[in-house]
């Protein structure tokens, strides 16, 4: 089949509207609510609390990306099997967790929470009563549905039970 000069002009010029179109969507229409973020992150926290690691799975796409440490591929993990397996090893060896959450910074698809948990660990504070402090920030990526795509945890652990300062949080 042969193709008029003018037909394919338009097909091209047809392709390249729709390459533009394309390019100018972001890749994520949806916009998450402050309100959703902050539920999701109850949820998460609560999860945790209970060390319920099906609970945690279910927050997650069934593509979900979870990185433990940015940039380590051996700390990221991908699909809800791995974030399940994860989770249940990760909090394992973990008693008396009890976190709280800031308010979310929301842009577009993405939050910025941050938590506040203190746990015992014997493992990350092997010295007396095990308790630690983890101050945690999460990015979160979401999709329509409330469930998460990508988080990515930026953390830091202080031995001990530590109360947040003045206007965390906020």
């Known amino acids: 089949m042969r ?6 002009a ?8 729709l390459v533009l179109a394309f390019m100018a969507t972001p890749a994520s229409a949806y916009t998450v609510s402050k309100k959703t973020a902050t539920t999701w992150m109850a949820d ?15 927050l997650f796409t069934p593509d979900g990306i979870y990185q433990s440490i940015p940039g380590v591929s051996s700390e ?9 397996d994860y989770w249940f090893a990760v909090t394992r060896e973990q008693s008396k967790i009890h976190g ?22 014997p493992e990350y504070n092997p010295k007396g009563n095990h308790m630690i402090t983890l101050l945690e ?3 979160l990526t979401f999709v329509s549905g409330g ?7 930026y953390w830091n ?11 965390w949080g906020r």
Not at 100 to 121: L, M
Not at 147 to 153: C, F, P, R, S
Not at 157 to 167: A, D, E, F, Q, Y
Request: hydrophobic share 45%; no cysteine; glycine share 8%.
């Open 3 to 8: 193709i008029s000069t003018k037909s394919r």
């Open 44 to 58: 998460y926290l609560k999860a945790w609390e209970t060390r319920d690691a099906d609970a945690v799975e279910g």
């Open 137 to 139: 920030t999460n990015v």
């Open 157 to 167: 652990i202080v031995p001990g039970v530590h109360k947040p300062p003045p206007g």
């Open 100 to 121: 709280i959450q800031g308010k979310p910074i929301v842009e577009g698809n993405r939050a910025a929470i941050e938590i506040w948990v203190t746990f015992r660990d």
């Open 76 to 84: 990221t993990f991908v699909g809800r099997k791995a974030i399940h």
């Open 10 to 17: 338009t097909l091209l010029a047809l392709a390249s509207i």
């Open 147 to 153: 469930l998460v795509a990508k988080n990515v945890e």
